[in-house]
């Protein structure tokens, strides 16, 4: 069962049902039978509740991208703030002092793969040469995807 299933298991369990998840090789396993006893039902349903926004949490990835190439002055920061955005992704993208562009991204990583495809691309105008990418691990202290100056 994929990460993203657990998630629509959890919502659904009953007493007793176990949810199963993969995530980065680890198995994420969550029985809900002993809170479901102890607590009946609506413990067991804020128990899925929690699980949920644990396991959306753990699947939290950060990218430190760097772009290079003509990707100053043809919007290339606003642009990537509105893929960013639109893909849900949060962080930050600035201009560096080298013409090179800069970027930190959180979220899923298959929304951050998606936003680091586009970076090789770029908006019309941008001619990029180079996308380098740093994994790191998320900090969670971004709310939304801003420009920084």
Not at 10 to 33: H, R
Request: overall charge positive; glycine content about 10%.
């Amino acid at each position: 069962m994929g990460a993203h299933q657990l998630l629509g298991a959890l919502d659904n369990c009953s007493p007793g049902e176990t949810a199963t998840a993969y995530k980065s090789q680890s198995w994420i396993v969550k029985s809900f039978a002993h809170r479901a006893a102890a607590t009946g039902l609506q413990g067991e349903h804020t128990l899925a509740k929690e699980t949920r926004m644990a396991v959306t949490a753990s699947q939290t990835t950060r990218a430190r991208v760097k772009i290079a190439g003509r990707v100053q002055g043809v919007y290339f920061r606003a642009s990537t703030c509105q893929e960013a955005q639109g893909l849900g992704v949060t962080g930050w993208v600035r201009n560096c002092s080298d013409g090179s562009v800069e970027l930190v991204a959180e979220g899923p990583r298959e929304k951050l793969d998606q936003l680091i495809a586009w970076c090789h691309r770029g908006p019309a105008g941008a001619r990029v040469t180079e996308v380098t990418v740093h994994w790191e691990e998320p900090e969670h202290g971004y709310r939304g995807f801003v420009i920084k100056r």
